[in-house]
């Protein structure tokens, strides 16, 4: 932890303490390889052989809303596991910043075709700008996936006073 602190009092800004659910394994700073060795974890735009299911809601242009029900940015694409068939993250990008994006794990995301919404119940909108960024815009190494997955885990339990507090 870059912070001193416990995972019940945290020193610093908890969100960026790396403890507790936002801790993280200091993995290879380099991208999971398909067998044919290209970049397994890729977005949409490079793996332009897949496609959203006509049946369900394509999140591309979907607003994404904090904990707090605001709008913290919009979808942009897509990132799929080349080696698995399935989706790992959407990209976004985040309001209010100059042409920055973030990746939100798919399992971290509530996609509502209806309301053309995507719900990250984890942060509030004014959180998402600290995910962590990628080096290369078209690839996601595996120590970029766990700070992304460990801010996302800090946020579920230090987004707000309130989560860190006991229940009773």
Same mark, same amino acid.
């Given at each position: 932890a870059k912070t001193g602190g416990s995972t019940i009092a945290p020193t610093g800004d908890?969100? +960026?303490a790396? =403890? !507790?659910?936002?801790?993280?394994?200091? /993995?290879?700073?380099?991208?999971?390889l398909t067998f044919e060795g290209a970049p397994k974890l890729v977005p949409m735009r490079v793996a332009t052989d897949f496609?959203?299911?006509? /049946?369900? @809601?394509? @999140? #591309?242009?979907m607003t994404v809303l904090g904990a707090d029900g605001q709008a913290a940015g919009t979808i942009t694409d897509i990132w799929v596991d080349r080696g698995e068939f399935v989706i790992r993250f959407l990209e976004m990008a985040v309001a209010g910043t100059e !042409? /920055? $994006?973030? +990746? +939100? @794990? =798919?399992?971290m995301v509530v996609v509502n075709g $209806? #309301? #053309?919404t995507v719900t990250v119940a984890a942060l509030l909108s004014n959180q998402f700008a600290g995910i962590p960024a990628l080096a290369n815009p078209?690839?996601?190494t595996r120590l970029e996936e766990e700070r992304i997955y460990g801010y996302l885990g800090a946020g579920t339990l230090y987004a707000t006073r309130s989560r860190a507090e006991p229940l009773v």
């Amino acid at each position: 932890a870059k912070t001193g602190g416990s995972t019940i009092a945290p020193t610093g800004d908890p969100m +960026l303490a790396e =403890i !507790g659910p936002g801790s993280y394994a200091e /993995r290879a700073n380099t991208p999971d390889l398909t067998f044919e060795g290209a970049p397994k974890l890729v977005p949409m735009r490079v793996a332009t052989d897949f496609h959203v299911e006509e /049946r369900d @809601p394509d @999140p #591309r242009g979907m607003t994404v809303l904090g904990a707090d029900g605001q709008a913290a940015g919009t979808i942009t694409d897509i990132w799929v596991d080349r080696g698995e068939f399935v989706i790992r993250f959407l990209e976004m990008a985040v309001a209010g910043t100059e !042409g /920055r $994006k973030a +990746l +939100l @794990p =798919i399992a971290m995301v509530v996609v509502n075709g $209806k #309301r #053309r919404t995507v719900t990250v119940a984890a942060l509030l909108s004014n959180q998402f700008a600290g995910i962590p960024a990628l080096a290369n815009p078209d690839q996601v190494t595996r120590l970029e996936e766990e700070r992304i997955y460990g801010y996302l885990g800090a946020g579920t339990l230090y987004a707000t006073r309130s989560r860190a507090e006991p229940l009773v």
